[in-house]
């Protein structure tokens, strides 16, 4: 474990606790793509198939754990919370995430690391995982004017991803036999979808000012 | 599975 990859994974905890506290604290989801948690929760199932087959460290376990049970959380909140999910943006969060899911699968079967069950799985979620933030994005166009909690979240969730590009380069010139073109290449691809949303974060807080998207 | 085909990160 190097630094980069330690940094990517406390940032990508962070963004799952940033948006915990934001539908805890203001009761409300409003701002926030069911689509895109549903997605999130896919993507973590997906990807740890191994939890139970195969033992890394009690850091990796428990890591994968917290990810699958706040995805799922964030789900149950915002689909049946009575208080939460009223204020979901029901009519704007209206992207075809299912495009994304089929789109991925056929992906992860032409192209992976090895054609067995859960490597099919482990490329299908790195694949959605790289779009899987698209539903949000729309959402945030479409809605305007983002709360401070959601545009920190979505912030943290983009700059995980850019921290394990780094760690993927450190371990390419450190360790002989490293590999991992599917993730780097999706991690590529997923890191600059977020490029125009970092652009006007970084305004925002350099004016001192509300995050703005253009309509 | 060897150890650098492992899927060792999240």
Redesign the interface.
């Known amino acids: 474990m190097n630094i980069f ?1 330690f940094a990517g ?1 406390m940032t ?1 905890l962070i963004s799952v606790l940033v948006l915990l506290l934001k539908i805890y604290a203001t009761k409300s989801c409003s701002g926030i793509s069911l689509k895109t948690q549903e997605l999130y929760a896919l993507v973590f199932l997906t ?1 740890y198939l ?1 939890l139970l087959t ?1 033992f ?1 460290s009690i850091y ?1 376990t428990v ?2 754990l917290i ?1 699958i049970a706040s995805s799922l959380a964030i789900v149950w909140c915002m689909r049946v919370h009575p208080i939460v999910r009223r204020s979901y943006d029901k009519d704007l969060d209206t992207f075809r995430h299912y495009f994304l899911v089929a789109a991925s699968f056929i992906l992860a079967l032409l192209v992976n ?2 054609f067995g069950f859960q490597e099919v799985f ?1 490329a299908f979620s790195i694949y959605l995982e790289a779009v899987a933030i698209l539903p949000q994005l729309v959402l945030l166009q479409r809605s305007g004017n983002v709360d401070n909690l959601t545009g920190h979240y979505i912030f943290f969730l983009g700059a995980y991803r850019a921290l ?1 590009i780094l ?1 993927w380069i450190y371990r390419y010139f450190m ?1 002989t ?2 590999s ?1 073109w599917i ?1 780097c290449i999706a991690g590529l691809v997923q890191t600059a979808l977020y490029a125009d949303f970092f652009y006007y974060y970084y305004i925002s807080w350099k004016n001192k000012a509300k995050l703005q998207l253009p309509a | 599975l060897p150890d650098e085909k492992r899927h060792d990160e999240l």
Do not use: G, P, T, V
């Open positions: 990859r994974d990508h990807r191994d195969d890394i990796n890591m994968k990810f690391e090895k482990w394990y760690n360790e036999h490293f991992r993730a």
